[in-house]
T-cell receptor, first 111, second 114 residues
Framework: AQRVTQPEKLLSVFKGAPVELKCNYS??????LFWYVQYSRQRLQLLLR??SRESIKGFTADLNKGETSFHLKKPFAQEEDSAMYYC?????????????FGTGTRLKVLA | KAGVTQTPRYLIKTRGQQVTLSCSPI?????VSWYQQTPGQGLQFLFE???????NKGNFPGRFSGRQFSNSRSEMNVSTLELGDSALYLC?????????????FGQGTRLTVV
């Protein structure tokens, strides 16, 4: 079954420390992977997608097909990075594409 | 262009009642998905509509239903409300849920069941 797992519900780091939000997926084909972010009192929005291989707000994510992971990383955390982060997968299942979200990780960056 | 609009923003209902939530997608987007967001469960997929047809469905009971109109606007209905239905309900639209398509979210409807 298709699944996205984010093992940490809460991750606290100090400002300037490296950040890694973990995401593992289960999918039999070649999925598209995304990271979405929800800042306080704002709507959920796309942060980055693996197909673009981009760095947004200093965040990067590499798709590791061997480990079926798509961890989100940033070398130096900022207080404004505090938010809820969701890893998502889009893949074909029974003829249609489905979007599957993980349960989310709340990142708290401490001053 | 205008973003995804959800109405109402807040609702308080009593157990046993029913409720209808509305979602207006971004102009030109034909795919509309609904999610339930709770602190403990994160984002749970309810269903997805495309061109007035339900294309995907999550694992929610039949009390949760939806529909999509010809202008792509969508409604979600919950009947016989239970306390556990209290959550933030999010709607997301995309041009088409095919592959690497970004989903645009509304601000949600906060439903409280008392």
């Amino acid at each position: 079954a298709q699944r996205v797992t984010q093992p940490e519900k809460l991750l606290s780091v100090f400002k300037g420390a490296p950040v890694e939000l973990k995401c593992n997926y289960s999918y039999s084909g070649s999925p598209e992977l995304f990271w979405y972010v929800q800042y306080s009192r704002q709507r959920l929005q796309l942060l980055l997608r693996h197909i673009s291989r981009e760095s947004i707000k200093g965040f990067t994510a590499d798709l590791n097909k061997g480990e079926t992971s798509f961890h989100l990383k940033k070398p130096f955390a900022q207080e404004e990075d505090s938010a809820m982060y969701y890893c998502a997968l889009s893949g074909r299942d029974s003829g249609t594409y489905k979007y599957i979200f993980g349960t989310g990780t709340r990142l708290k960056v401490l001053a | 262009k205008a973003g995804v609009t959800q109405t109402p923003r807040y609702l308080i209902k009593t157990r046993g009642q029913q409720v209808t939530l509305s979602c207006s997608p971004i102009s030109g987007h034909r795919s509309v998905s609904w999610y339930q967001q709770t602190p403990g469960q994160g984002l749970q997929f309810l269903f997805e509509y495309f061109s007035e047809t339900q294309r995907n469905k999550g694992n929610f009971p039949g009390r949760f239903s939806g529909r999509q109109f010809s202008n792509s606007r969508s409604e979600m209905n919950v009947s016989t409300l239970e306390l556990g239905d209290s959550a933030l309900y999010l709607c997301a639209s995309s041009f088409d849920n095919q592959g690497a398509t970004e989903a645009f979210f509304g601000q949600g409807t906060r439903l409280t069941v008392v």
